[in-house]
């Protein structure tokens, strides 16, 4: 923006500019570091009980070894659950929650979005593109997960993408959709910038050299 071009804006209105932009840089990290010091210091205090008097009584603080704690033994279970032994054990309490009415229906829940999450850090979308949709000269962005197999492309016979169009502002939703791979244009933007984009509605574009 010019000096020109300031000039003519009013006084108010850049400073409620300069405002909502400093509102955006500042609010992100100043919630990540307040969610940051509330779960350590919330595992520190789960944790408390079973940390020696010998160290509760050093003069220096130990933030944080409630999480180191935690980590260990999340680290130890996985170990275990990769064994026979372990997987036995696992299958045996899940065996016993899927006999409870209420409790079965929120462990599932929970271990499917788990899950999930887990399959997505080794399993990442193969790249983004945009289509028409929902209807022509209407354009969306989608994630390509794999290219239509078994009947679905046995059926159609095209050459189909299985695309993620996920809604906004919560990209967790979304559809699943078949494109045929010659109506789809692909971009060169990251799976991690068409995730910025969409959850902010547009606002936060990836940078274009």
Known sequence: MSNETQQKIPLIR????YFLTGLVVAAPIAITIWVAIWF???????????IPNSLKDSPYSLPGLGVIASLIILTGLGALTANIFGKTILQFGENLLDRVPVIRNIY????????????????????????????????????VTTD?????ADKKGDDLLCIFAPTTPNPTSGY???????DTIQMDMTVEEAAKLIIS?????????
Request: proline share 6%; net charge positive.
């Open 176 to 182: 699943l959709l078949f494109v045929p791979r010659e």
């Open 40 to 50: 350590i210091e919330s595992v520190d205090s789960w944790f408390s009980p079973f």
């Open 108 to 143: 599932g829940a929970l271990k499917q979005i788990f899950e999930t999450v887990a399959t997505q850090s080794n399993k990442n979308f193969k790249g983004v593109v945009l289509f028409e949709y929902p209807r022509k000269d209407i354009w969306a962005l989608g994630f």
């Open 14 to 17: 850049r400073l409620r500019t």
């Open 201 to 209: 509605a547009g606002i936060v574009v990836p940078n274009q050299d």
């Open 148 to 152: 239509a197999k078994g009947e679905i």
